[in-house]
């Protein structure tokens, strides 16, 4: 059963910059695809950025230039890496995966596997 933690979330004032991390275990597949999801109050969970097993990145326009998504296989963990960071991007931030061979979406009902989120707060 795969299993995803998230860090590293906090309190930052607009301009600043934080790195989510992310760790994935219980999995067998190699190829899978991972990405970072944030839930906005009151909105609708969106994807930010996406990354797949051959290093294919996909980023929401909302965060383009200003985040960065990397995958460290053999630590088997994620990180989002937010600068510049704006108010409107408060939210819960989530990591998921599914096993996939193919580019990854940004479409959050893509994923199977879940964490538990990090909030972020950029006032």
């Known amino acids: 059963h795969v299993q995803l933690v998230e860090s590293g979330g906090g309190q930052v004032q607009a301009g600043g910059s934080l790195r989510l991390s992310c760790v994935r275990s219980?999995?067998?597949?190699?190829?899978?695809?991972v990405g970072w999801f944030r839930q906005r109050p009151g909105k609708a969970r969106e994807g930010v950025a996406s990354?797949?097993?051959?290093?294919?990145?996909s980023y929401a326009n909302s965060v383009k230039g200003r985040f960065t998504i990397s995958r460290d296989n053999s630590k088997n963990t994620l990180y989002l890496q937010m600068n510049s960071l704006k108010p409107e991007d408060t939210a819960m931030y989530y990591c998921?995966?599914?096993?996939?061979?193919?580019?990854?979406?940004?479409?959050?009902?893509?994923?199977?596997?879940w964490g538990q989120g990090t909030q972020v707060t950029v006032s």
């Open positions: 219980g999995a067998i597949s190699n190829n899978y695809c």
């Open positions: 998921a995966s599914y096993d996939s061979a193919y580019v990854c979406p940004l479409d959050h009902q893509s994923y199977l596997y």
């Open positions: 990354i797949d097993s051959d290093g294919t990145i």
